[in-house]
């Protein structure tokens, strides 16, 4: 018959990409662009004394960075300041996604737990985690550990009722299927359960940290002698506009990447449950 010849297949050739690829791209910078240039414009147009240019706030970032900057007989290392923060969330995050992915599984797959222990965290819930700054500030004084224990207490709710909320709806077609395929009793939960509310469980967990950082900044303002919130209050403190602007920029290009990295673990993680989309 002679040798097979291997016809390649159109549709998996590689082909570079097209326009509309690459402008959409470059399509979610252009509006950063836009607002550094009309930050510039306006800085130049008021004074750079009212308002620092892009360029003031680059300075002070650099040096923040290298040598940390004087401010009032402190001198704010970013690193440092940085490494606190990251280090606070770290802790909180952790103890927050166990207590809140445990206590969901818990309450959405348990009747009689949902019963026990659903009203207590509903009564906490209605609590905002700035009502706690005096109780915790009593019981573990002004430092890290309020910062983290107000943390553990906001992040908890959002990842808790996702995953309580995941559970209680996994479609009961899913159930009698497996029962009827034969899988064991005591492998429903880890079988079919759990895969089927991961998902919202994850979507949770999203959410929990978005909230956690956003505590974690608004707790070092006020309870904190460190991190990245210490770092706007010093310097709101010695009126150094360009490093409380410079602090922001961090913590919003943390908070960036701290999404991007979790949408590609989750993209990783839920691969393969095909078609699912998780906000």
Do not use: C
């Not at 009212?50 to 004087?70: I, K, Q, R, W």
Request: glycine residues 12%.
């Amino acid at each position: 018959l002679g040798p097979s010849v291997q016809v390649p297949n159109p549709l998996s050739v590689s082909r570079p990409p097209s326009l509309a690829q690459r402008t959409a791209r470059i399509e979610p910078w252009i509006g950063v662009v836009v607002v550094l240039l009309a930050w510039e414009a306006v800085a130049r147009t008021l004074g750079s004394r009212d308002v620092p240019t892009v360029g003031d706030v680059a300075t002070a970032l650099g040096s923040l960075t290298t040598v940390g900057l004087e401010t009032g007989g402190d001198r704010l290392a970013l690193l440092n300041a940085a490494r606190l923060s990251l280090t606070n969330l770290a802790i909180a995050l952790g103890l927050a996604l166990v207590a809140g992915v445990g206590l969901g599984l818990l309450l959405g797959s348990s009747a009689s737990a949902d019963r026990l222990l659903g009203t207590p965290i509903t009564l906490a819930r209605s609590i905002p985690p700035s009502a706690l700054v005096p109780f915790f500030i009593v019981l573990l004084g002004i430092g890290d550990a309020t910062t983290v224990g107000l943390v553990v207490f906001a992040a908890f709710f959002p990842v808790f009722l996702s995953t309580y909320g995941a559970v209680r709806g996994v479609e009961p077609i899913y159930l009698h299927a497996a029962t009827v395929l034969g899988t064991p009793r005591r492998r429903m939960f880890a079988d079919v359960i759990l895969p089927a509310a991961m998902p919202g469980v994850l979507t949770g967990v999203r959410v929990g940290w978005q909230v956690a950082w956003a505590v974690l900044i608004m707790a070092e303002l006020i309870v904190s002698r460190g991190g990245l919130g210490s770092v706007l209050l010093k310097g709101g403190a010695a009126r150094r506009e360009e490093i409380v602007i410079a602090g922001m920029v961090v913590i919003a290009v943390l908070g960036l990447a701290f999404d991007v990295g979790f949408r590609l673990l989750r993209d990783r993680l839920l691969r393969w449950q095909a078609g699912v989309v998780v906000a």
